[in-house]
């Protein structure tokens, strides 16, 4: 096992600067999870790191050395691609074994190997069948395996759920966890899909347009998100956004909204009087308000889901959702009022876009 450290890093295309001077460290035996929307240069990070990338500036450090120069079969890590990359022509053992034939491993290790991965996939009975013969989650193990039985000291997940449906991708992301639960490998994982990293991470990596926007824990960007797009991006259904005013009177601070509602904001709350805010609040911290209390919406649909109910409304002609785990039976245009947790809302700037909750 390697902690992984990547400083300064950047990468052009010709004139296109695509990574600008990322810097993230995953500690050894950590699943650190890179997360964000299409082009925003998280699988070209990790084919850099991979070694099938060149780096323009910056260094890449794997257990303790620096792989700029080094090339992808001298780096000890092994990828799992999207698209599974198996050998059609050969049976599933095979194909596990490959990168051990070619590194010319005794017969004996390679049976041994190969067995131990199969084990630990549940792939024993498919080692003699070929790609074509398994399912689409069995295609992705046998990638997995492939990977194992190298014992790299990192493991490189390239969007690996991305073509299977939405079912067998929650069973397999809960196969991956506890794969890496039982091997303790560092691992570096690349999707676009936020539940995946919520529920697979050590740390997430969130990025945009080749920067870090934010990482830490989980439930620390989902909690704390340090700016408007990490606050949108994490969490889902996402978190609700309303354009207001901050106004303070002596300790008291409020946000005055399009409509003129009011509505208290969190203790630790910064700004001056008057700055334009943007109040944020997740869709499970809102609340059924009564009369005279919450902010006035009208509903728009209502999506009754079994285990709790999502409305989507507008305040003050802005979409909002709210989620409850009671059953409510709304109807179309039918007024409400929802009442947000004003501890556990949130601020930012409407300039900057940055949390004002310090």
């Avoid at 570096?188 to 934010?214: L, P």
């Avoid at 956004?241 to 630790?268: H, I, S, T």
């Avoid at 409304?313 to 007024?335: L, Q």
């Amino acid at each position: 096992m390697a902690s992984v450290h990547i400083r300064n890093v950047h990468k052009y295309f010709g004139g296109t600067h695509v990574i600008r001077g990322v810097d993230i460290d995953i500690a050894d035996g950590e699943f650190a999870v890179l997360v964000g929307p299409s082009g925003c240069g998280k699988s070209t990070l990790l084919r850099m790191v991979a070694g099938l990338e060149e780096i323009s500036g910056g260094e890449i450090e794997i257990g303790g050395r620096v792989v700029n120069a080094i090339p992808p079969k001298e780096r000890d890590i092994a990828m799992v691609f999207q698209n599974y990359a198996l050998y059609p022509h050969m049976k599933v053992r095979d194909n596990m074994a490959f990168s051990l034939l070619l590194a010319k491993r005794p017969r004996s290790e390679i049976d041994s190997r190969v067995a131990k991965a199969a084990s630990i996939l549940g792939l024993g009975e498919l080692l003699d069948r070929y790609p074509r013969q398994l399912s689409g989650g069995q295609r992705q193990r046998v990638a997995m395996g492939r990977a194992i039985v190298r014992d790299p000291q990192v493991f490189l997940f390239d969007e690996p759920l991305s073509n299977l449906d939405a079912k067998l991708r929650v069973a397999m992301r809960t196969e991956i966890k506890e794969l890496h639960q039982r091997l303790k490998t560092t691992s570096v994982y690349v999707t676009h899909d936020q539940i995946e990293a919520m529920t697979m991470a050590d740390q997430i990596v969130v990025m945009r347009d080749g920067v870090v926007e934010q990482r830490g824990k989980p439930l620390e960007l989902y909690d704390h998100p340090a700016n408007l797009f990490v606050a949108g991006f994490i969490g889902s259904p996402a978190m609700n956004f309303l354009p207001a005013k901050l106004r303070r009177a002596g300790d008291r601070a409020e946000v005055e909204l399009a409509d003129g509602a009011r509505v208290p904001v969190p203790r630790d709350a910064a700004g001056e009087d008057g700055l334009p805010v943007i109040f944020g609040a997740r869709p499970e911290h809102l609340s059924l308000a009564g009369a005279e209390s919450g902010l006035a919406a009208e509903v728009v649909v209502v999506e009754p889901t079994g285990a709790d109910t999502q409305v989507f409304a507008k305040i003050g002609g802005t979409d909002v959702t709210a989620v409850f785990r009671e059953r409510h039976e709304f109807r179309a245009g039918e007024p409400i009022r929802l009442a947000p947790d004003h501890e556990r809302t949130h601020l930012f700037d409407a300039a900057s876009g940055k949390s004002l909750r310090t």
